[in-house]
């Protein structure tokens, strides 16, 4: 009898802890929730569509299909089912925290459900989660609700489609306070957690009063005790570690930053791994936290002792939480987890906070939001407000609002004298953005207008740095506005984005901004919803183009989809359809903005095709060149995208290997009009490659080399007699020194020959990758009578001894070093061969190489992006760079020369950076002994740290004079680097660090000396911030002697 008592005690214990768990459970959720038992708990149908049927059997709501007796059916059972629309509003809502809905719901055939917020105010609803996928019992969605200071409605669509059977139901509706990523696990819905299952290993629920398998299962955490539950996965049936169980939160349904928060157990074995991520809607995956080997903590504990962790999430966009669990053995313990809780404050006090781009958003309308104007320059961006005309484009937000411009000085400004005959005066402004922070990859786009002769240039300021870096420049002048894309990428250190644009003389000349808008992620990106496209362009086509879709507005072709970034019909598409095509000749192009960086990663894109087969759709990359590379077709063989059901969006996932920028090309063509249609949605791009077997972008600065240090990665070829030899010159005034410093080291093909002697001279690269387009320069100088062809080729030697040649010396040398550039493509792994053959004394004297350099792509395309003049970089090529001449202390000037200089015995032969390109120098001959020429750079910002100035510079002549180098701080000047007399008939490189926290610029001051023999030249200036390189050459005497 006592047996029995203390039984039904016990088990009355159990039945009142369960009650109290059911009734704290039921006393957390919030107005709106539902579970249809006996009414719809204020929740109503829509009078405007088909209404919710409440079926009390079942206790649910319903959107059917009308069945085909309904009104005005024939009878015979083949008319096609009327799509039917119900529209369920919750009563009003006022939630001041995070909260989240969860739906049971069903989607039978064709069903479609979307869940939106209804705001006051507001002519449009907000849509926050979607689904069309059927299943044959219920599904659990859960929906985040962000905070809100007004009352709003859940609007609940359920779009029962045309197919027979095709409803959707709503079994409960669930709202709870907090986010829909925290879980206690005590409802039977595990707050929409799902276990991927395993054959071997797996999540369950513990806990409940139930005896589990694995004796050392612990009490739940929760409420400390048998009734309560937990996840737990154990090895009973484990083999490897390749076999894990993994515990899946729901898909946010916002972006998450914040701290996220648990508690979990492991038993003492050590045969298991625990980690979690975060995973996207593209699958990438992200490690948070990872339960260490080395880490003893978990073991340390007491036994069933549950431990919290805590670990700062950061995610711009919506993820997944993936808990995720791997046993070596079967002896690999268990793991449990319980009580997931997240806060949007980070865990650690020093956690940088989610830096928000949107501070650096503005559309000018209520005035320049965080911008400033640069003081230092005498124009400035002005405000415009324009009214609706039919003279003038008004803003791009509104057509009659406000934007930002800089415009040409008018005719009546001060000072003119009315005849209107004046020059108009260049104005240039220059607008900052707040200081950003951006630790991803983000996308700049700007809404502008540039007239007549305006000039647009976005800039990058870094603290610490004294020159801008350039991003992106326009002088094209347009009607309209235009996009601009411009990628950001990431940054550890603040910045500021620099927008400077320039109004030039001609009347009307003016740059314009409307708008600027600021994205994380790539430019390339897009899912359309968005009235600029993200800078997308149709190339307009007479019968074939790619239009807008979506919106709700109905299209010519009725097969057209729902999107697929929203699920609905209010969300929007590129689609071309094939109604007025007529040959595949005729194709559209949807084309992204120009990549203003290199771009190597996964294209990820979302497509539908009609069932009609005649039509092709190819994914191409463009260059700067105009040159289409294929990345992808959808070939007609390939039925995936036939085989899906009818409106299935087909995902798309292809490596994209572009070392420069490109753009990217969806291409589709029609073979007549009945080609049915092609729709795109949510391009992405990812910088790790979607396939891991991916070879990785290859390096080719391993075929690099100036010969300082020995002979880099480069060998000989012992295979025939003689050798390139690594020499030095020390500088003199008879003979060149080497292209690099002008005192280091060089390869010579040289050797003492007799009248009938020659050589081969063959020296041979790393290997090269194939299917590759490569861009070679390097530098070479030939000294000798004839100077034939043989003098020095380059070769591409292949597998089975095969060779082909793609450069020989066309260019007579005259004893200087003269760049040579060649653009090839290897078809299949091959080396470089640097070949000198001398056959008899005549054709010989001296063949020299220096500074060879490899890089992916096109020479023209990698000398205008990655050969670009950097800020604080002057060669002389395409002007002065900013620099100037100071009048105020001398008569003299320094002149820009191509070639020698016109007096014999004095100043170069040609410049340094080509041979055949430009320098700056001073004539000597009228000017006279003692007189100066002095050269100004732009203004430099001044830099807590150091900075180094490097430059080459000519002084040979016998009459050489004096060359300076000061810093000019406001009128005071200090002194930086001199050299006087004459130094070496070769271009010699100097180097100097100096620092300076305020405003300055760099004087070259060049000083005539006793004779017209005092030519002296600079060129190839770099101004860098941070401290200079070790540079320090060694020459050695006995190399030098040896070739003189």
């Not at 897009?526 to 299209?555: A, K, M, R, S, T």
């Amino acid at each position: 009898m006592a047996f029995f008592l203390r039984q039904k005690t016990a088990m009355l214990q159990i039945y009142l802890l369960a009650f109290v768990a059911a009734v704290r459970a039921h006393s957390r959720l919030l107005p709106g929730s539902c579970n249809f038992e006996s009414n719809t708990c204020g929740y109503t149908s829509d009078a405007d569509f088909t209404s919710w049927t409440l079926h009390r059997d079942g206790h649910f709501v319903a959107v059917e299909t009308a069945s085909d007796d309904a009104e005005g059916s024939s009878g015979s059972g083949i008319e096609p089912k009327r799509e039917a629309t119900g529209i369920l509003l919750s009563p009003s809502l006022e939630h001041d925290e995070w909260s989240c809905v969860r739906l049971v719901y069903q989607i039978a055939e064709s069903g479609h459900m979307e869940v939106l917020r209804r705001s006051e105010g507001r002519s449009f609803d907000t849509p926050l989660w979607s689904s069309r996928t059927p299943s044959d019992s219920w599904v659990i969605a859960s929906v985040d609700l962000h905070n809100a200071t007004e009352p709003f409605r859940i609007v609940i669509q359920g779009r029962a489609g045309t197919s027979a059977g095709s409803s959707v139901s709503i079994f409960e509706i669930h709202i709870t306070p907090g986010y829909c990523l925290e879980c206690d696990f005590e409802e039977p819905h595990l707050c929409g957690y799902n276990n991927q299952w395993n054959v071997n290993v797996n999540w369950y629920v513990g806990g409940g009063g139930v005896q589990l398998v694995h004796n050392g299962m612990p009490d739940d955490h929760t409420y400390h005790n048998r009734t309560g539950h937990f996840m737990y996965v154990d090895s009973s049936y484990a083999k490897t570690f390749k076999e894990v169980a993994k515990l899946v939160s729901p898909m946010a349904t916002m972006p998450m930053s914040g701290c996220l928060s648990f508690q979990y157990q492991r038993s003492e074995e050590r045969g298991n791994m625990f980690t979690v991520f975060t995973r996207d809607r593209l699958g990438q995956y992200q490690e948070l936290w990872r339960a260490e080997p080395d880490n003893r903590v978990d073991f340390i504990s007491s036994p069933g002792e549950w431990i919290p962790v805590q670990v700062d999430l950061k995610a711009p966009y919506p993820v997944q939480v993936v808990f995720e669990v791997g046993f070596n053995s079967p002896r690999g313990g268990h793991v449990a987890l319980d009580d997931i809780s997240f806060s949007p404050e980070f865990c650690n006090k020093d956690t940088e906070p989610t830096f928000d781009p949107s501070i650096a958003n503005c559309d000018f309308e209520s005035g320049l939001c965080l911008y400033t104007q640069d003081r230092s320059v005498a124009s400035s961006w002005r405000r415009v407000s324009v009214k609706p005309n039919i003279f003038r484009n008004g803003d791009h937000t509104t057509g009659a609002g406000h934007f930002v411009a800089v415009e040409t000085a008018s005719d009546d400004a001060e000072g003119s004298s009315g005849s209107g005959i004046e020059p108009k005066r260049e104005a240039t402004g220059i607008l900052l953005s707040p200081s950003l922070e951006h630790d991803e990859w983000s996308c700049v786009r700007l809404v502008y207008q540039i007239a007549e002769s305006g000039h647009m240039e976005v800039l990058r300021r870094s603290e610490g740095r004294s020159f801008d870096t350039p991003l992106w420049s326009s002088r094209t002048p347009s009607d309209s506005w235009v996009i601009a894309s411009v990628d950001l990428h990431n940054a550890t250190e603040p910045f500021r984005i620099v927008i400077q644009g320039r109004a030039g003389t001609s009347a009307g000349s003016s740059v314009s901004i409307f708008e600027i808008h600021i994205t994380p992620g790539y430019c390339l990106e897009c899912d359309f919803e968005e009235p600029h496209l993200c800078g997308y362009n149709n190339q307009w086509n007479v019968n074939v183009n790619w239009y807008v879709g979506g919106g709700g507005v109905q299209l010519v072709h009725n097969g057209m989809p729902d999107d697929h970034t929203y699920h609905n019909r209010t969300g929007h598409f590129m689609y071309v359809d094939s109604s007025y095509a007529k040959t595949f000749k005729e194709v559209a192009k949807l084309v992204s903005p120009m990549a203003t960086m290199p771009m190597s990663g996964c294209l990820s894109f979302q497509y539908q095709r009609s069932e009609e087969r005649g039509n092709m759709f190819t994914v191409f990359t463009r260059d700067r060149l105009g040159q289409y590379q294929e990345l992808w077709r959808a070939e007609p063989d390939n039925r995936v995208d036939f085989i899906s059901s009818p409106g299935e969006w087909i995902p798309v996932q292809v490596d994209l290997k572009a070392p420069y920028p490109v753009q990217v090309v969806f291409e589709v063509g029609f073979n007549s009009p009945r080609g049915g249609h092609v729709a795109l949605d949510d391009i992405s791009f990812s910088p790790e490659f979607c396939n891991k077997d991916t070879e990785p972008t290859f390096d080719p600065s391993i075929a690099n080399c100036d010969f300082e240090s020995g002979l880099c990665l480069y060998t000989q070829d012992r295979s025939v007699a003689s050798s390139w030899r690594r020499v030095s010159v020390k500088p003199n005034i008879f003979r060149n020194g080497d292209h690099t410093t002008g005192a280091g080291s060089f390869l010579l093909a040289h050797s003492r020959l007799g009248p009938r002697s020659g050589y081969v001279n063959r020296v041979i690269s790393p290997m090269l990758p194939g299917n590759t387009r490569f861009c070679l320069r390097f530098f070479f100088s030939l000294r000798g009578f004839n100077q034939t062809e043989q003098a020095l080729v380059v070769y591409l030697l292949q597998q089975g001894g095969r060779q082909e040649k793609i450069w020989t010396q066309a260019e007579k040398s005259r004893g200087i070093w003269i760049s040579a550039d060649v653009t090839f493509q290897t078809s299949q792994p091959a080396k470089m061969a640097f070949v000198s053959t001398c056959r008899s004394f005549w054709d010989c004297g001296s063949v020299a190489l220096d500074d060879i350099s490899l890089s992916l792509g096109d020479c023209e395309l990698t000398a205008g992006f990655l050969s670009a003049p950097l800020p604080g970089h002057c060669d002389f090529e395409a002007g002065l760079c900013g620099y100037s001449q100071d009048k105020h202390r001398d008569a003299a000037a320094w002149h820009q020369r191509r070639g020698p200089t016109p007096t014999s015995y004095t100043g170069p032969r040609g410049d340094h950076t080509t041979g055949l390109g430009y320098y700056m120098y001073i004539e000597a001959s009228p000017m006279l002994p003692g007189q100066s020429a002095r050269l100004l750079s732009r203004p430099v910002r001044g830099t807590r740290g150091p900075q180094c100035l490097r430059f080459f510079y000519h002084m040979y002549g016998s009459g050489t004079g004096k060359l300076r180098v000061l810093a000019d701080k406001d009128g005071e000047e200090v002194l930086l680097w001199q050299r006087s007399g004459e130094q070496s008939v070769a271009w010699l490189r100097a180097q100097v660090e100096y620092q300076s926290q305020s405003h300055h610029q760099i004087v070259f001051e060049a000083t005539r000396g006793s004779s017209v023999r005092s030519d002296i030249a600079i060129d190839d200036i770099m101004l860098d911030s941070g401290p200079c390189p070790e540079t320090e050459v060694t020459v050695a005497v006995g190399s030098s002697n040896e070739i003189e």
